[in-house]
C-alpha cells in the first residue's frame, strides 16, 4: 500500500513540476542595428589584426601591401628552417653569397657547412 501511495504522489508532483513560466513574457530588448553592426565591424578588424599576428610570430610571409614598408634590401636572409626534434632546428641562412648551415639547440648553435653561392642575378624578392 505504501508503494502504491508513492507512485500516486509522485504521478501528481511530475505535472506542477513541468510547468514553468511562459517564455517570450520579457520586456523587448532595445538594441539598435547599428550598435550590433559596429561591434561586428570591431570583432571583424580584432579577428584580422590576430591572424596577421599570428602569421608573423609563425614566420609567415606579410602581405604584399605591407611589403614595400620592410627595408629594400637585407644581406641576411633565412632560406629554410626545420625542426628535427622538440628544442633543435636546422637553418640555412645566407648572407650576401655565403650559404650557412645551422643547428640551433638549447645547448648552442652549430655551423654545420659553411659554401659560397653564386650570386642570383634577377632574383626577386
Same mark, same amino acid.
Given at each position: 500500500?505504501?508503494?502504491?501511495?508513492?507512485?500516486? #504522489?509522485? $504521478? *501528481?508532483?511530475?505535472?506542477?513540476?513541468?510547468?514553468? +513560466? &511562459?517564455? =517570450?513574457?520579457? %520586456? @523587448? !530588448?532595445?538594441?539598435?542595428?547599428?550598435?550590433?553592426?559596429?561591434?561586428?565591424?570591431?570583432? #571583424?578588424? $580584432? *579577428?584580422?589584426?590576430?591572424?596577421?599576428?599570428?602569421? +608573423? &610570430?609563425? =614566420?609567415?610571409? %606579410? @602581405? !604584399?601591401?605591407?611589403?614595400?614598408?620592410?627595408?629594400?634590401?637585407?644581406?641576411?636572409?633565412?632560406?629554410?628552417?626545420?625542426?628535427?626534434?622538440?628544442?633543435?632546428?636546422?637553418?640555412?641562412?645566407?648572407?650576401?653569397?655565403?650559404?650557412?648551415?645551422?643547428?640551433?639547440?638549447?645547448?648552442?648553435?652549430?655551423?654545420?657547412?659553411?659554401?659560397?653561392?653564386?650570386?642570383?642575378?634577377?632574383?626577386?624578392?
Amino acid at each position: 500500500m505504501s508503494r502504491l501511495r508513492s507512485l500516486a #504522489l509522485f $504521478v *501528481a508532483a511530475v505535472p506542477g513540476a513541468a510547468e514553468a +513560466q &511562459r517564455l =517570450g513574457t520579457a %520586456p @523587448p !530588448a532595445d538594441v539598435s542595428l547599428v550598435r550590433v553592426f559596429l561591434a561586428l565591424l570591431v570583432c #571583424l578588424i $580584432v *579577428a584580422v589584426l590576430a591572424l596577421f599576428l599570428i602569421r +608573423q &610570430r609563425m =614566420g609567415g610571409r %606579410p @602581405p !604584399a601591401l605591407l611589403m614595400r614598408l620592410r627595408a629594400p634590401s637585407s644581406r641576411i636572409r633565412l632560406v629554410e628552417s626545420r625542426r628535427i626534434g622538440m628544442q633543435a632546428e636546422l637553418c640555412i641562412a645566407r648572407c650576401d653569397d655565403e650559404e650557412y648551415l645551422l643547428l640551433l639547440a638549447p645547448s648552442g648553435s652549430v655551423m654545420l657547412r659553411h659554401e659560397t653561392v653564386p650570386a642570383a642575378g634577377g632574383e626577386d624578392e
